[in-house]
């Protein structure tokens, strides 16, 4: 049954709950289903139905959407127009309920201003500017929100084209006799396409047309010349494009292109003594046309009321003299030409009295206080410096005085200093020092000379690593100088003693060491190695004389015997093979013995031993004897083994043997220390730091070894120091900026060189990034430089 309500259109309002019911009357119970236009409806969160043997209801429940964009409508946001024609901005929309809109531009409601027409409806939103112009281009932006989620902004971005707007803050400057200078500055709007030219354009103050003077001014400033002197002028000037000609920019005054001159700049007291004062100016812009005859000083004291001339001039800098000691004066200047005096400028107070300048120079130009010479230029400094009362000068070279020479010229003005060293060779680096005293005050000022040539020689003496019939290994150290460049490579050359001549092997070796090959069996040679960096080559290094065939050394020394099998007069020791035989078979042994009370060792064998086992006979009982061994091979004799520990000869006692050993306690070589690390780094130097060794073995520690290795390298290098290295820490210099480094450290005392420690990581030289911290403590000495900072 449809109720008697539903039989025509049934209306709701947007955002009300609607519910639809309808009475059933069938048996057996139907199935019931609803449809909306056809299509079959489930159930939703806004959709529910209820059904019974009697009836069947549908609820409606009103939803909502947030506002934003209908993108299924087409639409865009960047508009562009021309000047005059009607803009019509139309944004669909979506949204349940129906969403609010708000046109803004700068912050500006639009809706309030007439010019503009905005019509809203629930699906869309249009704004219309009419007949725009060059000041509606730049962005509107849209708010939309209807209480559901977030407000949202669209931003409209309109383009007008047209021509520019007026160019901006026209001046006038540099004014002289019938001609001065225009300068302006660019549209602030450009009409959409950029400026092509400019229009400058002058007008007599007695004529009402303006006249062209170029049109074709393409930069923001433009020199007028052809004015006549008795005219006054006014000046207008206005930007094009392609879509025309903008507004006009016109100066606020007529300028007659000649005048009084402009005021002096920047006046400052450049000195005074105890009866007088000199100022010292700069020229005024413009001279107003006519030529600056003269500039006019006047003076005023604090107890005066009047002004009065002190002086006049035709130059920047003027003494004005007659004056009493300790007044307080007040001066200003003018500058004058035919036409009259210009506005002046005033300085003061100041006080007269003599002027005390500290001594001072000007480093600018040597950044670091630093300046790099090639070998064979010229090392030549030159300060500008100044000083009241004007400073006596001497230079020094590394803190000793410099003096004039054939080679050394000095040369000094009014308010420079200049030193010159002609042909620099490398000792004339170092730390030269310019010393400016005034008998007030000492100042040092120091400039760090480098001298930038070939390298030294590498560092010797060559070693030969390796020598066999067909080649030789040889290798050698880096120079202890490298001439101010990084070293690039090596050349190594060889030569038949038998001849004269050398013939290079290779000239790009990159490491400090190189297997020279193809060598003649049986032949003497000599080896020379050169180094190289950008500024040359350095001098060569030769080698000793060495044959080309297979080389033997002697061997390692044997293992630390053990004595056993005691009796009262004799004892059995044995010992190990030595680890590393030379490149030959052992062919022997040979034993020494000493008593504990002896100092001399006594040979034992008199011939060869080939076993590692022997028996020492003829020993007096009750006398402790320790043994050594050294083993023998076609190149010679090893060093001794360690000694054996002390055994007593003793007779046996009943059934058992007795030995009895007397252990001392020598000394023994230190303990590793500790991994170093690096505490400083910098682009040539790394300082690293390390811990003792847990164990000094007895014995005091004497110093300390220190030993590098490049990163792409596979030998440990030991670090040279002019001093033993007796503290924890050591700084390590004549690094390679860039390169990688890391490093060990061995301990010694009177029993020898302990192991090395552990490797440290890599170290990588470049200079720091932070700043220092502020210098801590400032001390005051006058007997050195004036002044010294403890950092």
């Keep these: 049954e449809i109720p008697q309500e539903y039989l025509n259109e049934v209306k709701y309002r947007a955002g009300s709950d609607v519910e639809l019911k309808f009475n059933i009357t069938a048996k057996p119970a139907p199935t019931i289903e609803w449809f909306n236009d056809g299509r079959e409806l489930k159930p939703t969160a806004q959709l529910s139905f209820k059904h019974t043997f009697e009836s069947t209801t549908i609820f409606l429940r009103d939803t909502t959407q947030e506002a934003d964009l209908d993108l299924d409508v087409s639409m865009t946001t960047q508009y562009t127009a021309r000047a005059g024609r009607d803009v019509e901005v139309f944004i669909p929309l979506k949204g349940r309920p129906a969403p609010n809109v708000t046109w803004r531009r700068d912050d500006r409601n639009m809706a309030g201003d007439n010019r503009y027409t905005i019509r809203s409806t629930e699906r869309s939103t249009t704004l219309l500017i009419p007949k725009v112009t060059r000041d509606d281009c730049g962005k509107y932006m849209l708010e939309i929100e209807n209480g559901v989620g977030e407000p949202k902004i669209i931003t409209i971005s309109l383009r007008v084209l047209d021509s520019p707007s007026s160019c901006q803050k026209l001046i006038i400057k540099n004014v002289s006799r019938g001609k001065l200078t225009l300068s302006w500055e660019a549209p602030i709007v450009d009409g959409g396409s950029p400026v092509t030219n ?6 007599a103050s007695t004529m009402k047309a303006y006249q062209v003077i170029t049109a074709e001014c393409l930069n923001t400033s433009y020199k007028v010349t052809g004015l006549e002197e008795d005219i006054a002028y006014f000046f207008r000037v206005s930007a094009e494009n392609e879509f025309g000609v903008g507004d006009f920019c016109e100066s606020a005054e007529a300028v007659r292109a000649t005048e009084t001159p402009g005021p002096v700049k920047n006046l400052v007291m450049l000195d005074s003594t105890k009866t007088s004062v000199t100022l010292q100016w700069a020229r005024p812009d413009h001279d107003g046309g006519s030529h600056i005859t003269e500039y006019i000083v006047e003076k005023m004291s604090q107890d005066e009321v009047n002004w009065s001339l002190g002086a006049t001039c035709k130059r920047c800098t003027c003494e ?23 506005d002046f400028s005033q300085i003061g107070p100041i006080e007269v009295m003599d002027f005390i300048i500290p001594p001072e120079a000007n480093l600018s130009d040597y950044p670091n206080g630093e300046l790099a010479v090639r070998v064979g230029q010229n090392i030549h400094i030159e300060l500008p410096f100044k000083g009241k009362p004007r400073p006596a000068i001497s230079w020094l070279k590394d803190n000793l005085p410099l003096k004039e020479s054939d080679k050394i010229r000095f040369r000094t003005t009014d308010n420079k200093t200049a030193v010159t060293v002609r ?43 390796e020598i066999k019939a067909q080649s030789i290994i040889i290798s050698w150290d880096e120079p202890k100088e490298d001439g101010g460049g990084e ?9 038949e ?8 092997v290779c000239s790009s070796v990159v490491r400090t060491t190189f297997k020279i090959p193809n060598l003649v069996k049986g ?11 950008k500024y040359g080559v350095s001098e060569s290094l030769c080698s000793p004389e060495v044959i080309a065939q297979h080389q033997y050394k002697p061997p390692g020394p044997p293992g630390k015997p053990v004595a056993f099998n005691v009796t009262s007069d004799g004892m059995t020791i044995k010992w190990d093979a030595p680890g590393f035989d030379g490149g030959s078979p052992i062919l022997g042994y040979h034993v020494e013995k000493k008593d504990r009370n002896s100092l001399l060792w006594q040979k034992v064998n008199s011939t060869l031993i080939s076993n590692k086992e022997y028996r020492i006979i003829g020993l007096l009982e009750g006398l402790e004897y320790s043994f050594r061994v050294y083993a023998e091979n076609n190149a010679g004799l090893s060093p001794v083994s360690e000694q054996s520990k002390h055994a007593l000869a003793i007779s046996p006692v009943g059934k058992f043997n007795l030995f009895v050993f007397v252990l001392l306690c020598p000394s023994a070589v230190p303990d590793a220390p500790g991994t170093p690390d690096a505490t400083h780094v910098t682009g040539n130097s790394i300082t690293m730091c390390w811990t003792r060794p847990r164990s000094d073995g007895g014995n005091e520690i004497k110093h300390y070894i220190l030993e590098r290795r490049e990163k792409k390298s596979l030998r440990w290098v030991r670090v040279s120091s002019k001093r033993p290295i007796t503290e924890l820490r050591h700084r390590v210099t004549n690094l390679t900026e860039g390169n990688e480094y890391e490093f060990r450290v061995m301990a010694e005392n009177g029993a020898g060189i302990g192991p090395a420690s552990s490797t440290s990581r890599l170290f990588k030289c470049r200079e720091p990034t932070s700043a220092p911290s502020a210098p801590s403590l400032i001390k005051v000495s006058l007997s050195k430089k004036i002044i010294q900072t403890n950092k």
Aim: glycine fraction near 6%; proline fraction near 5%.
């Design 523 to 533: 032949t003497q040679y000599q080896f020379r190695v050169r180094a190289e960096n």
């Design 320 to 342: 004005v003299p007659g004056l009493r000691e300790h007044a307080i004066m007040d001066f200003r200047v003018f500058a004058k030409n035919e036409k009259g005096r210009s």
């Design 198 to 203: 400019y229009i400058v354009e002058k007008k």
């Design 487 to 495: 070293i690039t490579c090596y050349s190594v050359e060889k030569r």
């Design 423 to 465: 042909g620099a060779k490398k000792e004339n680096a170092g730390q030269y020092t310019l010393v400016l005293d005034n008998r007030v005050v000492k100042n040092y000022f120091d400039i760090n000379v480098i001298t930038l040539g070939p390298p030294t020689a590498p560092s010797g003496p060559i070693r030969f690593d």
């Design 497 to 504: 003693t038998s001849q004269a001549n050398w013939k290079m």
